[in-house]
C-alpha cells in the first residue's frame, strides 16, 4: 500500500538548518510530482514546495515552485532511485516551527509528519 515515511526533523536554533526524507513507497515513485506540507499549532496545513515528477526516468530532477515564506531558505529535491523526497532547510526561523508532511500528487494520503521546533 501508499506509505511515507517522513524523517529529519528535530529541534534547532533560529539560523540552524535541517534536512528532512521523505521515503515513498507502493506506487511508482518517478511519474508522481511531490510537495512538502506543514502544520503549525492552531493553523491550517500549507504548502512549502513542490517538484514535479519526470515521467519515469531515473533522474533527480524536476521543476520546483516554493511557498513565498521560504524562498531562497529552503530546497526540494529528489531521488527517484531511492523513492525519496528531501527538502533542505536553511536559515531556519521560529515561524518555521510545525510538523512537517510529505504527500503524492496522485493520493490524497498523509504520512505522519515530522516535528520542527525552531527555538533558542
Known amino acids: 500500500q501508499v506509505q511515507f515515511v517522513e524523517s529529519g526533523g528535530g529541534l534547532v536554533q533560529p539560523g540552524g538548518s535541517l534536512r528532512l526524507s521523505c521515503a515513498a513507497s507502493?506506487?511508482?515513485?518517478?511519474?508522481?510530482?511531490m510537495s512538502w506540507y506543514r502544520q503549525a499549532p492552531g493553523k491550517e496545513r500549507e504548502l512549502v514546495a513542490a517538484?514535479?515528477?519526470?515521467?519515469?526516468?531515473?533522474?533527480?530532477?524536476?521543476?520546483?515552485k516554493y511557498a513565498d515564506s521560504v524562498k531562497g531558505r529552503f530546497t526540494i529535491s529528489r531521488d527517484n532511485a531511492k523513492n525519496t523526497v528531501y527538502l533542505q532547510m536553511n536559515s531556519l526561523k521560529p515561524e518555521d516551527t510545525a510538523v512537517y508532511y510529505c504527500?503524492?500528487?496522485?493520493?490524497?494520503?498523509w504520512g505522519q509528519g515530522t516535528q520542527v521546533t525552531v527555538s533558542s
Open positions: 504527500k503524492s500528487s496522485l493520493f490524497s494520503y
Open positions: 507502493g506506487f511508482t515513485f518517478s511519474r508522481s510530482a
Open positions: 517538484i514535479t515528477s519526470t515521467g519515469g526516468s531515473t533522474s533527480t530532477g524536476g521543476s520546483t
